[in-house]
């Protein structure tokens, strides 16, 4: 049976009962919600060409606001002692960098600078290049292994595998750059796959998964009851930086950040804002 969907199908009430139950029923985050009037809106307007009135009475669901899970940095040093060291790098530059999973997975060899000390994310979050630290404790073990896999990329060219996955057109235009040592994978996967995108044989980079899985894993061994993920590091990057006195906005485009009231929330989470501030227990 077929089913048409018209303005007169379903009634404004009841619109407006489905967003407030949402809010009301079953507890969703403000997101959520705003995705489902999003949605409807969309459908409306898009769909059937119409101006939808569904706000009306409506209950919205709070913005909650979440403080981040952050580690001490003896807690960091004890994190990165317990990784396996397959993955003690990337753990390491998502702490010292501030990058984000995906970032820090998706670096190309030609987005460490090493003379200036930086990393270079492309296309992160809101698809926005920035510049973020490379610490200098690390170049060492970069160049390392820069060299171990730079063996990888030479068996590779060797074996004609593809080369690596090329962004935004960027393959139709330079079909060859993606064989350039540049462009590989600074944390490439140990086996080839098949690119879904063009059906291609080629060596991707190591997947989200295995370090998120290795990060939970140390958190675990090194005695953490926090909830650490990849993105703790990040946090504890931004924290401790705000800690040591630098300013929101620095820190802001090292993160790459659109709104510093995004990188405000860090305000509240750095052990310098309680600095000086006594407990009346104490004076018991």
């Not at 409807?40 to 709070?62: C, K, Q």
């Not at 160049?143 to 060219?157: A, G, P, Q, S, V």
């Not at 802001?252 to 227990?281: C, W």
Request: proline residues 4%; aromatic residues 8%.
């Amino acid at each position: 049976m077929l089913l048409i969907i018209t303005a007169a199908t379903i009634t404004r009430e009841r619109l407006q009962h489905f967003i407030t139950s949402l809010a009301v029923k079953d507890k969703v985050a403000a997101s959520t919600q705003n995705q489902a009037f999003n949605a409807l809106l969309y459908f409306y307007r898009n769909g059937l060409e119409i101006e939808p009135d569904i706000v009306g009475n409506t209950v919205r669901a709070p913005n909650k606001r979440r403080l981040p899970v952050v580690l001490s940095v003896d807690e960091v040093k004890r994190l990165l002692e317990h990784i396996d060291e397959r993955f003690w790098l990337m753990a390491s530059l998502s702490y010292g960098g501030g990058l984000r999973v995906s970032e820090c997975v998706r670096l190309r060899v030609k987005d460490i600078d090493l003379d200036q000390g930086a990393l270079i994310v492309r296309s992160g979050k809101g698809d926005k290049d920035r510049r973020t630290t490379l610490p200098e404790n690390l170049i060492k073990k970069v160049k390392e292994h820069l060299d171990e896999i730079k063996e990888i990329y030479d068996k590779d060219r060797a074996s004609s595998i593809e080369g690596a996955y090329l962004p935004h057109a960027l393959e139709r235009k330079y079909p060859n750059a993606g064989k350039e040592w540049g462009w590989f994978w600074v944390f490439p996967a140990k086996s080839l796959a098949v690119d879904p995108r063009s059906s291609l044989v080629r060596r991707h980079h190591v997947s989200q998964a295995l370090i998120q899985a290795a990060v939970k894993k140390a958190s675990s061994r090194a005695g953490i009851p926090k909830h650490v993920t990849v993105h703790t590091l990040r946090h504890s990057f931004a924290t401790h930086l705000l800690e040591k006195g630098y300013d929101i906005r620095t820190i802001q485009e090292l993160l790459g950040h659109a709104d510093v009231k995004t990188t405000m929330i860090y305000t509240h989470v750095a052990n310098r804002n309680t600095l000086g501030v006594k407990s009346p227990f104490d004076d018991l």
